[in-house]
């Protein structure tokens, strides 16, 4: 008996030893580890800045607290933002944005008190962006039994940014002055964020993984074409 049988040859695709959701997260944990120096290293400098500049201890408490009036004021409306527009665009001006405003610090201290302060809730403004874009990327390309261990990368590393700010802030201070972190952290920030922020990321993507369904056909993933709503995932959390 004689059967003619068709062969269904599916398309050869490399084999992917680093899926392309590890980028993403790592990534997403430098900028988390980039924002934590910029928002920890006056915390240091705060001593030398209050005895060359004449703070009293009220003045030192309201520069080192303004960056949190930005933060807490931009936190749901980056949010809503990422959700709009997607986090990858949200967290790329995010990161120009409080690189720029770190490195803008030195001359808005020597100015005035208000200039700081103004200087320091742009900065607050800005980085309130990390953790809404970070989540809204996790969500669009991390499995979802994988996002738990993500976003617990992403948490080591605010934390790890501490700890490397603190010390090395301390040795730019005492050999170099109190301008020089804010200078060197924020200008070296400024071109690693625009070189991310621009890079086409489903280029990148079908760079890394070639496979059909390497970028994510999900209306999470896209830009929402109306007002922006809050998706019902249930028990999903």
């Known amino acids: 008996m004689n059967t003619n049988l068709e062969a269904v040859v599916e398309p050869a695709y490399p084999a992917v030893r680093w899926p392309v959701h590890y980028t993403i997260v790592l990534l ?44 807490l004021l931009m936190m749901v409306a980056t949010g809503a933002l990422a959700h709009r527009y997607g986090g990858k665009i949200v967290l790329g ?10 490195v803008l610090t030195p001359p808005a201290a020597l100015i005035s008190l208000p200039a700081l302060v103004v200087a320091r809730i ?12 970070s989540i809204n990327l996790i969500g669009c390309w991390v499995p979802p039994l994988q996002r738990s261990r ?18 090395v802030t301390g040795w730019l201070v005492r050999d170099f002055g109190w301008p020089a972190p804010f200078y060197l952290f924020g200008a070296g920030h400024v071109g690693r964020a625009l070189s991310v922020a621009l890079a086409p990321l489903p280029f990148l993507v079908s760079w890394i993984d070639a496979r059909p369904g390497a970028i994510p056909d999900d209306a999470r993933c896209r830009p929402s074409a109306g007002t922006v709503r809050i998706p019902d995932v249930g028990a999903r959390w």
């Open 122 to 133: 742009a900065l607050g403004l800005g980085e309130a962006a990390v953790f809404p874009a």
């Open 150 to 167: 993500a976003v617990a990368l992403l948490t080591s590393s605010l934390y790890l940014g501490t700890v490397i700010a603190l010390p």
């Open 28 to 71: 997403l944990c430098a900028a988390t580890f980039i924002s934590y120096i910029d928002r920890t290293n006056i915390s240091v400098a705060a001593i030398a800045m209050q005895s060359q500049l004449g703070w009293n201890e009220t003045q030192k408490g309201l520069v080192l607290s303004s960056f949190f009036v930005g933060y």
């Open 93 to 102: 001006i995010a990161v120009v944005w409080w690189s720029l405003f770190t």
